[in-house]
């Protein structure tokens, strides 16, 4: 008795493997794709909250109390950069929209104000930040404005940046360098003082 095949077998298993390469590229892309639209329509839901918020703080004389946990908004119009902040710097919480870092001052406070957002969504503008770029934080307390005063590169362990030296300071992190792909070894530091116009 002759046995017959009727595929061969390596050809069988190139199809099967591109088949499964094929489905983990359409689930990479689909999941790209949520991300996105999540963000999306996280910014857009938040952003008509503060501008509501906005509103009742004119009508009344007093910023009402919000618990949940949106802080505001940055820009660096130069940049083009406009995002939401909210409270905390958790995986969710980065992924739609800039982080407030907890047990740093709030925008409007002595101390330095700590901002994170990761360098390949909302912060990625920042790779061309300069000195002297204005950048504005708005609240439901007022709009606070910030001049940058230095660009560095530091170590994820270096928690030094984030000290207020006594004055109204404003700090953005995010990770560097930014084109990296995977996991970065550093962090790019943004630091601004509050000025009056």
Same mark, same amino acid.
């Given at each position: 008795?002759?046995?017959?095949? #009727?595929?061969?077998?390596?050809? &069988?298993?190139?199809?099967? #493997?591109?088949? +499964? +390469?094929?489905?983990?590229?359409?689930?990479?892309?689909?999941?790209?794709?949520?991300? +996105? @639209?999540?963000?999306?329509?996280?910014?857009?839901?938040?952003? =008509?909250?503060?501008?509501?918020?906005?509103?009742?703080?004119?009508?009344?004389?007093?910023?009402?109390?919000? #618990?949940?946990?949106?802080?505001?908004? $940055?820009?660096?119009?130069?940049?083009? &950069?406009?995002?939401? @902040?909210?409270?905390? #710097?958790?995986?969710?919480?980065?992924?739609?929209?800039?982080?407030?870092?907890?047990?740093?001052?709030?925008?409007?406070?002595?101390?330095? @104000?700590? $901002?994170? *957002?990761?360098?390949?969504?909302?912060? +990625?503008?920042?790779?061309?930040?300069? =000195?002297?770029?204005?950048?504005?934080?708005?609240?439901?307390?007022?709009?606070? =404005?910030?001049?940058?005063?230095? $660009?560095?590169?530091?170590?994820?362990?270096?928690?030094?940046? &984030?000290?207020? *030296?006594?004055?109204?300071?404003?700090?953005?992190?995010?990770?560097?360098?930014?084109?990296?792909?995977?996991?970065?070894?550093?962090?790019?530091? @943004?630091?601004?003082?509050?000025?009056?116009?």
């Amino acid at each position: 008795m002759r046995l017959v095949l #009727t595929q061969d077998p390596v050809r &069988l298993m190139v199809r099967w #493997t591109r088949r +499964l +390469l094929f489905a983990v590229a359409a689930s990479a892309l689909g999941y790209c794709a949520f991300v +996105l @639209v999540d963000s999306r329509i996280f910014q857009h839901r938040e952003r =008509r909250e503060l501008e509501s918020q906005f509103r009742l703080t004119t009508l009344s004389a007093s910023p009402t109390s919000n #618990t949940s946990g949106l802080i505001g908004s $940055i820009e660096i119009p130069r940049l083009g &950069l406009s995002t939401i @902040v909210m409270e905390g #710097t958790t995986d969710a919480t980065l992924r739609r929209a800039a982080g407030h870092i907890a047990g740093t001052a709030l925008p409007g406070h002595r101390g330095n @104000v700590g $901002i994170a *957002g990761h360098r390949d969504t909302f912060f +990625l503008p920042l790779r061309n930040i300069r =000195r002297e770029d204005v950048i504005t934080v708005a609240t439901l307390r007022g709009q606070y =404005r910030y001049r940058v005063v230095s $660009i560095k590169v530091v170590d994820p362990e270096d928690v030094a940046v &984030l000290d207020s *030296g006594g004055g109204e300071v404003l700090t953005l992190v995010t990770c560097y360098p930014f084109y990296f792909v995977g996991s970065a070894q550093e962090r790019f530091i @943004v630091r601004a003082e509050r000025f009056m116009e």
